[in-house]
């Protein structure tokens, strides 16, 4: 399986493109990159998923990277002249190397009768995020009643209100954290058009070695710049 995106093209600041927006109709887009945290990694297995439905910590990516603090860069689209900004796709930098190769990040699966490899996450609150296995155990072991997850959300929700670019809220981003003694935290970040199914990417160099993992919000077919 391969990107939705051009992921190459959308994670360069300044790249732009033209878009027909439906009801809307064509649109001028420019891309701009912005880093928006660190994500702590203490067991270097990742968890991608929508941080409004609660999380499960059975549902990692089946790869994991060596434990450390990874930048978090997130691809913002602008679209002129509707004047609305959507988060295009989020990145964990695993490093500097040049991405040459996508390949789908697949996820685990603990149904034994599932046939077909899990590659995407499901999104009902129009957010997605990042963060550690270690980290969403522990969110999940944490004592809570229903009122401590609403508020929970709350924050996040008011976080990314606070970061969010453009004039009407579609396109932010919070960096939340869970334990105050390992630091581990969430980062999360409006999920393009809002809900859906989206899989993951994992970046190649051409030494063969991991540069990064991607989440493609889907919002441009492939095409453009490699």
């Known amino acids: 399986m391969q990107p939705f995106s051009n992921l190459n093209a ?7 493109l033209e878009y027909d927006w439906q009801y809307l109709g064509p649109q001028t887009v420019m891309i701009s990159t912005h880093q928006i945290g660190e994500l702590i990694l203490t067991s270097g297995r990742i968890i991608a998923w929508d941080p409004l439905m609660g999380s499960d910590s059975r549902y990692y990516f089946k790869s994991s990277i060596k434990p450390g603090r990874y930048p978090v860069i997130i691809s913002v689209a602008d679209f002129q002249p509707a004047d609305d900004m959507r988060i295009a796709c989020a990145m964990l930098r695993i490093s500097n190397e040049a991405t040459i190769k996508w390949e789908v990040a697949t996820v685990n699966d603990p149904n034994p009768y599932q046939k077909k490899e899990l590659i995407s996450y499901g999104v009902d609150a129009g957010t997605g995020c990042f963060m550690d296995w270690d980290a969403a155990q522990a969110f999940e072991n944490q004592p ?3 009122d401590d997850f609403e508020d929970f959300c709350d924050e996040i929700i008011a976080a990314m209100e606070r970061n969010s670019f453009g004039k009407h809220g579609t396109a932010g981003w919070a960096n939340f954290q869970v334990n105050d003694a390992t630091e581990a935290n969430i980062i999360a970040f409006s999920s393009g058009w809002g809900d859906g ?3 993951s990417f994992w970046g190649y160099g051409a030494s063969g070695n991991l ?3 991607v989440t493609d919000f889907a919002l ?3 095409h453009g710049a490699a």
């Open 144 to 146: 809570r009643s229903e």
């Open 211 to 213: 540069t990064s993992l």
């Open 220 to 222: 441009f077919p492939s």
């Open 197 to 199: 199914g989206y899989a």
């Open 10 to 16: 959308i994670l360069q600041a300044g790249y732009s």
